[in-house]
């Protein structure tokens, strides 16, 4: 049996099931959930159960809509490590070396990662369940939402588990799963809403078509990930951390990278041949010839690639067709920006710490000011460089002359999306300097960033729904101050052709947008200057004290 007395899966549960943190998310994830209740819930003082409730209805899809965002953005942090963090550890061959098949491994490691997950959106069932009185809502159509969301959940860690095949650092695993993931998450979003009025066909698709499709791209995806275990070509822990440049490109399937040539050397320099010059920044130097892409620049090529193939039907879509909605373009690369940043930056000290070379780092010539701005702008580099791979569309999209009538308002979604990836990349350090593993950094980097950008939004849209009191929505709005995504959605538009009707202006709020962007460079001035302190405490960093 595979899962009968399989010692992978137990010694995973147990060390996963059994941490505090476990019981800590649960706890705040159903308080979470019972406030998105209390706001939403009919404040009318008497109920008409005879009738459809089209509150329930939005609440509900508010719910499992939510919900599936979460399951997306949690799958990979607990499945994206299943095997890269037996590279990391050092114990990748001893697990290849136990007398364990590799579909035991896979499946040990799979059931493990996501039982947390599928755990906490199942503890959600009894609050969900309140909204079944209201009307509108059959049980059935909740019992299948919970179905699609479990083989949605499989289907996203088994993606995960595949890259944490085919890579040696989790970092890496993590940004590709989630570049993967995102269309999905997409799709299965716009699918939800647009059957919202025909439950039945909802229903026959979630029961049907999804379970289908999860258990057949799983069973891919979980066999080439085993069968890579049992002819395993990336062992030898200790002599193949440094990939052949030479030997990837000629192995490479299409996207290229040329670190000699312009625009790839602006993100993948290549290895320094010569001596640095007397005034080089000697961590910066080293951070972006040689540590960063050390592993080679399979992930890069991957992430370049994948998120291009998603950005040119937006850019039609939305820059083109409907200019009107240019906002949500922005949307688009500012979540490419949140899952991207972090990865180029949340492990910079703690990397030092895992390999054991922060003393000494601290204790060389080098200045901790020197220190911090190479070790930012290395991560921060790379990840504006991939950013405005994203942008260019927004600026190709300016030959539209309706676009081109809202140059100004271009420019303000430039400065959103260039003060929030510095504001994302300054977290990642701070966060990467006060925690001692890369992967808890990154942790820490995901959740304050969805916490701050995603949260408002949904938290309006509750208020929005269930309010109807204009100026309750109007003060409401400023909840989302934190968010780049509400200052790109309150930004304001002239009238421009949608289609083949000509869309209002869109008046938004510009005295929103200014405080986000007030509020975001102040914030970011403190966790910069936060960082600097600490750094220079040497004693906190090393752990004497």
């Known amino acids: 049996m595979f899962l009968v007395d399989n010692p992978v899966l137990q010694r995973e549960l147990l060390s996963n099931l059994r941490a505090p943190r476990a019981f800590v998310l649960l706890l705040v994830y159903q308080l979470a959930l019972a406030a998105v209740i209390v706001i939403a819930y009919p404040r009318e003082v008497r109920i008409d159960l005879t009738s459809e409730s089209a509150a329930a209805q939005k609440l509900v899809d508010f719910f499992f809509i939510g919900q599936f965002a979460i399951a997306s953005l949690m799958a990979p942090s607990f499945a994206a490590g299943a095997i890269t963090g037996e590279k990391e550890r050092k114990t990748y061959e001893m697990l290849l070396a136990s007398p364990l098949k590799p579909w035991r491994i896979v499946l040990g490691k799979l059931i493990a990662a996501l039982t947390h997950l599928v755990v ?97 791209f799983s069973f891919l995806l979980l066999s080439v990930a085993a069968q890579r275990l049992l002819y395993p070509p990336d062992i030898g822990s200790q002599g193949e951390e440094v990939v052949d440049v030479e030997n990837e490109q000629k192995k490479a399937v299409g996207l290229v990278i040329q670190r000699d040539q ?94 054991q070379t922060l003393d000494l780092l601290l204790t060389t010539t080098v200045s901790t000011g020197q220190i911090l701005w190479g070790k930012l702008l290395s991560g921060y580099r790379v990840s504006a460089v991939l950013t405005s791979f994203l942008i260019f569309p927004m600026l190709l999209a300016c030959t539209n002359p309706d676009v081109l009538k809202n140059a100004p308002s271009m420019l303000v979604y430039l400065l959103i999306i260039f003060v929030a990836s510095v504001f994302n990349s300054v977290l990642s350090l701070f966060f990467s300097t006060i925690v001692r593993k890369t992967s808890t950094a990154l942790m820490l980097s995901y959740i304050t960033l969805i916490v701050l950008y995603l949260l408002p939004v949904a938290v309006f849209y509750l208020i929005a729904s269930s309010s109807q009191n204009e100026a309750e929505v109007a003060v409401a709005k400023y909840i989302g101050i934190t968010s780049p995504l509400m200052a790109a959605d309150n930004v304001p538009l002239s009238s421009v052709v949608s289609g083949t009707e000509i869309a209002k202006a869109k008046g938004g709020d510009i005295l929103m947008v200014i405080f986000y962007l007030a509020m975001t460079v102040f914030s970011t001035l403190i966790l910069f200057l936060l960082t600097s302190v600490l750094l220079r405490s040497r004693w906190r960093l090393t752990g004497r004290g």
């Not at 890496?172 to 039945?200: C, E, F, H, K, N």
């Not at 540590?291 to 998120?307: A, H, K, N, P």
Request: proline share 6%.
């Open 120 to 216: 906490l959106m199942f503890g959600s069932l009894p609050i969900v369940m309140l909204c079944l009185p209201l009307g509108g809502v059959s049980i059935y159509e909740l019992l299948a939402g919970y179905v699609g969301l479990l083989f949605a959940i499989l289907l996203f860690g088994s993606i995960s588990v595949f890259c944490s095949s085919y890579f040696k650092r989790t970092s890496s695993s993590l940004v590709v799963s989630y570049v993967v993931i995102l269309p999905m998450l997409i799709l299965g979003v716009i699918a939800w809403v647009a059957l919202a009025s025909r439950a039945d066909i909802r229903i026959i698709g979630i029961t049907t078509f999804v379970p289908f499709i999860s258990v057949f």
């Open 262 to 355: 312009f625009p790839d050397n602006l993100f993948a320099p290549p290895r320094r041949r010569t001596l640095m010059k007397d005034d080089t920044n000697p961590v910066y130097d080293k951070e972006m010839h040689a540590e960063l892409f050390s592993q080679g620049t399979l992930m890069l090529r991957l992430v370049i690639q994948l998120s291009m193939i998603l950005a040119i039907p937006l850019m039609v879509i939305l820059l083109f067709w409907k200019p009107d909605l240019a906002y949500m373009y922005v949307g688009y690369v500012l979540v490419f920006n949140i899952l991207c940043a972090p990865v180029f930056t949340a492990g910079t000290i703690t990397s030092e710490r895992e390999r």
